[in-house]
């Protein structure tokens, strides 16, 4: 007999007049999210989306797995549906969850009717069955306040289903209804974790990745590359604009002041990032940036380091301590990709007294050798667009 999904939505329910807008890019996504398990119906009533697998080819575990990680669902349970009637509902019960209900000390049987045209009230329905079930298993208690397990009865519009307890979803908001943003990825633990909170926030993401060849290895580039494989699994598909970053930090450390070389690096960064942005589409930059993690990361820095563009700088780190970042990147899988030891280009040429406290004059200053426009020109040209999506292969 068959098993669906339903996942409840969580804070779109509230959005109002948008609810509609919302639930249609949630449905989209959980579509597009399905198709890889096989032939699933995706619908949405009653502030439930239903994943209904229609034959017997589909990949129910595996679509599973990736409904927990689908932005703008709160919790998710896997269900029988069954008739609406008091038999078909015990009997689904007992055959779909009886085993669980016998692991237990006790139970409780909580029910909800949205079709009020169902001849019982909630308390009812869950007194008639948690009835039937004390008789079926002598063995388990029935306790209404604190029960050990509970059975779930929802009698909805198209049939009555069953389950045991819901799991937490991934929370947040669907991807898409927050606009499209473009994250600086470096193959470092925060940026990864900002793409995820933003992804989390509804925001479509893509990515900029700088690379300098041969002071960064290829290895460096497929760390990234897999990086943002990993973030895909929550944000979907992305492309990752990978930009030859060599001849910029080359000039910058032939013609700038030591000191300046981090900031002025960063400006061209951003700069560039805005611009591969602004043809595709996005309407704000990421960044792992987090307030005195490092000299580029004072206030006076970010002040220099944001005056080159004026798309909106997303930098969802920036008042969280490391630790809880790590937890994060550890929860979402990819500290350990992001702890793999290849260098990254901000750490060649590094200046050993990097300036701290710098005016956007001073830095100006410091650049004013620098053909910027040639530059970035030259740059943009190099950009290699890869697509990665969470079921390639992993490419380390
Ligand atoms: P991360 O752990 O994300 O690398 P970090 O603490 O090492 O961050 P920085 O190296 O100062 O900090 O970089 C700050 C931010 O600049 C990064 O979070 C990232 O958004 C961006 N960035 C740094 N290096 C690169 C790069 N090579 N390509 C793209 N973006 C980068
Ligand atoms: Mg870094």
Known sequence: MKEIFLLKLGEIVLKGANKRQFENKLRQNVRRRMKKY?????????????????????????????????????????CRPCEKSLDAIFDAIENYLGDDLDCAKSFKVESKRSDKTFPLTSIQLSQEIGGRLAE?????????????????????????????????????????????????????IDSPVAAYMMAKRGVEVE???????????????????ELARLVTKYSGRMTVNIVSFTEIQEAIRDHCPEEFFTLIMRRFMMEIAQRIARCDGCGALI????????????????????????????????????????????????????????????????????????????????????????LIARALESVEKVKVAYHDEPLL
């Open 287 to 374: 960044t792992g940036e987090n307030l005195g993690q490092v000299a580029s990361q004072t206030m006076e820095a970010m002040t220099v380091t944001g005056a080159v563009v004026d798309m909106p700088i997303f930098m969802p780190l920036v008042g969280m301590d490391k630790k809880d970042i790590i937890a994060i990147a550890r929860e979402i899988g990819t500290l350990d990709t992001s702890i793999l030891p290849y260098e990254d280009c901000c750490t060649v040429f590094t200046p050993k007294h990097p300036k701290t406290k710098p005016t956007l004059g001073q830095v100006v200053n410091a650049e004013k050798n620098l053909d910027r426009e040639a």
């Open 207 to 225: 990515a900029v990745h700088f690379f300098s060849y041969p002071y960064t290895s290829q290895l460096a580039k497929d760390k990234v590359l």
């Open 38 to 78: 096989g032939n699933f119906d995706v619908y949405i009533l009653q502030s439930t989306v239903y994943v209904e697998p229609l034959d017997d080819q589909a990949d129910v575990d595996g679509a599973w797995e990736a409904c927990r990680s689908i932005f703008g669902v709160v919790s998710l349970c896997r």
């Open 136 to 188: 079926a298993h002598p063995g388990v208690e029935v306790d209404v306040h604190h029960p050990e397990y509970t059975v779930y009865v929802e009698v909805r519009d198209l049939s009555a289903y069953v389950h045991g307890p819901a799991e937490p979803g991934a929370g947040g908001l669907p991807i898409g209804v927050g606009g499209r943003a473009m994250v600086l990825l470096s193959g470092g």
